[in-house]
């Protein structure tokens, strides 16, 4: 049985509480609902694939604070420049990363993708559910992404623990996606925030 609830602070807390000990929690973003559970944690990450009907991981994960994010993936100067720039906000930088994460979030590569939300709430469960959570989007696999509680309900009820209500988005469409390794930048979807925009943002290249 999924239960649905608001976003006072008493129950942000109850549902990160429900993060830490292993659940599912589906809450809104800037973006669209999301999807979370302890990215650390294995058995919560194999329940998420599974109620999405994922066929592999590849799980965004959204943190607290630039901090946190660095330390789990490496920010370089590009990376950093974006951050400064667009976070809280749109932008989920792919980078290398510094921690053992679970298998499915990384799809078994050395790859993640960071994102800190422009949304109270969802920023709220964050700090409260230790800084990180899984960000992908709350709905089956291959289905367009949602952008109200009931839809998740309606999509996802019966398969996750927990649905924050928190109204309708603000943009209703996905994160821009960019990943940074090393000098080599890559547009992996462009959506909330244009490309042009991405590269207007990067550092002037160094004189040589």
């Not at 990943?179 to 959506?191: K, M, N, Q, S």
Request: net charge neutral; glycine share 10%; charged share 25%.
């Amino acid at each position: 049985m999924t239960r649905l609830i608001g976003t006072s602070v008493d129950d942000i807390r109850d549902a990160a509480r429900l993060v830490l000990e292993g659940g599912l929690v589906a809450y809104p973003t800037d973006t669209v609902y999301g999807l979370g559970c302890n990215p650390f944690d294995v058995d919560a990450v194999d329940r998420l694939v599974k109620a999405k009907q994922r066929v592999k991981g590849s799980l965004p994960i959204l943190v607290s604070s630039f901090a946190k994010a660095e330390t789990i993936g490496e920010i370089n100067d590009k990376s950093a420049a974006l951050a400064s720039r667009f976070w809280p906000g749109p932008l989920t930088l792919v980078v290398q990363t510094r921690n053992n994460l679970p298998a499915k979030v990384t799809d078994n590569s050395q790859l993640v993708g960071l994102r800190i939300p422009n949304h109270e709430a969802a920023r709220r469960l964050i700090l409260e559910s230790g800084g990180a959570i899984v960000g992908t989007s709350a709905n089956i696999s291959g289905q367009r992404s949602l952008s109200t509680a009931q839809e998740v309900l309606r999509e996802l009820g019966g398969r996750i623990d927990l649905v924050l209500d928190g109204g309708h988005t603000m943009l209703g469409r996905e994160s821009t996606v960019v990943r940074i390794v090393g000098d080599e930048i890559v547009l992996l979807r462009e959506a909330a925030i244009s490309w042009d925009d991405i590269l207007k943002a990067l550092p002037a290249p160094r004189a040589s």
